[in-house]
């Protein structure tokens, strides 16, 4: 059986692969020292309940990166002829499912407590012999809370972009939010402390709304990457325009008539077929062996890309918009 070719990244995008890779296990190492911190803090509010969950959902993405790059990058055999790359987009769905089902069972726990009017009580901890209010020590541990995941989540966004990696662009929209968490979770301690029974459980009900959204964008981005949709622009969810540059980059080549590409994305790379109609049969083999050469110079994230000899393409691959 044949099988396909490993691929091989350039060197430029291999040392950014693995700078992103540091910064996941300093994300780990920093989110772990937060989850801690949290959990001796927690007390009895929703609030802190709700931000040391997601705290913890924070682990998902980043382990589920560093898993998925070190199983794709095996060679494909012959049981996985087409390669371990869609190992991502499977990080991608499990990160996604995690974030939406964490945030919908905080959203449902904040709602009934609401209904049933809970009053949550902050009380008071002694610290070197002396009584402090314990909100204190929960905002401290917020505000801890806060800085590591902003601070990470600016260095990984131009990574995920530059290297097409959604599963880290997850993360990394994830770390940058982390302070919206924070400082909720703050109001609601200092709502409590005024006297507003309510503002726990509605600032965690805004952080788990939060949690939610990103669960259900992410979720429906890694189910259509698995069903191959066309291929989009990281985060954004835009068509991705390489697919039309190959399109006009193979109408240029004095034997093809006309020319048609549909692509799909496997993880952090694209493959598919480019369909054409040659002007004539003379060299065509030879013809089409260059052309995919030349295909595959034009960036880095093609992977695997046959070129189809064909009469029509009115019903083929017409994916481009084109």
């Given at each position: 059986?044949?099988?396909?070719?490993?691929?091989?990244?350039?060197?430029?995008?291999?040392?950014?692969?693995?700078?992103?890779?540091?910064?996941?296990?300093?994300?780990?190492?920093?989110?772990?020292?937060?989850?801690?911190?949290?959990?001796?803090?927690?007390?009895?509010?929703?609030?802190?309940?709700?931000?040391?969950?997601?705290?913890?959902?924070?682990?998902?993405?980043?382990?589920?990166?560093?898993?998925?790059?070190?199983?794709?990058?095996?060679e494909?055999?012959?049981?996985?002829?087409?390669?371990?790359?869609?190992?991502?987009?499977?990080?991608?769905?499990?990160?996604?499912?995690?974030?939406?089902?964490?945030?919908?069972?905080?959203?449902?726990?904040s709602?009934?407590?609401?209904?049933?009017?809970?009053?949550?009580?902050?009380?008071?901890?002694?610290?070197?012999?002396?009584?402090?209010w314990?909100g204190?020590v929960?905002?401290?541990?917020?505000?801890?809370s806060?800085?590591?995941?902003?601070?990470?989540?600016?260095?990984?966004?131009?990574?995920?972009?530059?290297?097409?990696?959604?599963?880290?662009?997850?993360?990394?929209?994830?770390?940058?939010a982390?302070?919206?968490?924070?400082?909720?979770?703050?109001?609601?301690?200092?709502?409590?402390?005024?006297?507003?029974?309510?503002?726990?459980?509605?600032?965690?009900?805004?952080?788990?709304?939060?949690?939610?959204k990103?669960?259900v964008?992410?979720l429906?981005?890694?189910?259509?990457?698995?069903m191959?949709?066309e291929?989009?622009?990281?985060?954004?969810?835009?068509?991705?325009?390489l697919?039309?540059?190959?399109?006009?980059?193979?109408?240029?080549?004095?034997?093809?008539?006309?020319?048609?590409?549909?692509?799909?994305?496997?993880?952090?790379?694209?493959?598919?077929?480019?369909?054409?109609?040659?002007?004539?049969?003379?060299?065509?083999?030879?013809?089409?062996?260059?052309?995919?050469?030349?295909?595959?110079?034009?960036?880095?994230?093609?992977y695997?890309?046959?070129?189809?000899?064909?009469?029509?393409?009115?019903?083929?691959?017409?994916?481009?918009?084109?």
């Open positions: 059986m044949r099988v396909r070719e490993a691929f091989k990244m350039p060197a430029d995008k291999e040392e950014k692969l693995r700078r992103a890779q540091r910064l996941e296990w300093v994300t780990i190492g920093f989110m772990l020292s937060i989850i801690a911190v949290i959990g001796l803090a927690l007390g009895s509010s929703q609030a802190m309940k709700a931000a040391w969950v997601e705290d913890i959902l924070s682990l998902v993405p980043p382990i589920a990166f560093l898993i998925a790059v070190r199983f794709r990058s095996k494909p055999n012959e049981r996985f002829p087409w390669g371990y790359r869609r190992a991502m987009s499977i990080a991608f769905l499990v990160a996604a499912l995690a974030l939406f089902a964490f945030g919908s069972y905080i959203l449902v726990d709602i009934l407590k609401l209904i049933a009017a809970e009053h949550p009580t902050i009380g008071t901890i002694e610290i070197f012999g002396r009584q402090i314990a204190w929960m905002i401290a541990a917020l505000a801890y806060i800085v590591p995941p902003v601070v990470l989540g600016h260095l990984k966004l131009p990574l995920a972009t530059e290297l097409h990696e959604k599963v880290l662009y997850t993360d990394a929209q994830m770390n940058k982390d302070w919206m968490t924070g400082i909720a979770a703050i109001l609601g301690i200092v709502g409590i402390g005024y006297g507003f029974w309510w503002a726990d459980a509605a600032a965690a009900g805004v952080i788990s709304l939060d949690i939610v990103d669960g964008q992410n429906k981005q890694a189910v259509f990457d698995l191959d949709e291929c989009t622009t990281v985060g954004e969810e835009k068509k991705d325009p697919q039309t540059r190959l399109r006009r980059e193979l109408k240029k080549l004095d034997w093809v008539k006309d020319a048609s590409v549909r692509l799909r994305e496997e993880g952090d790379v694209l493959t598919g077929e480019a369909f054409v109609i040659p002007r004539g049969e003379t060299n065509l083999l030879e013809n089409l062996e260059r052309a995919a050469e030349q295909i595959r110079s034009l960036d880095w994230r093609i695997d890309v046959s070129i189809v000899p064909m009469r029509s393409i009115e019903n083929e691959g017409k994916g481009d918009g084109n």
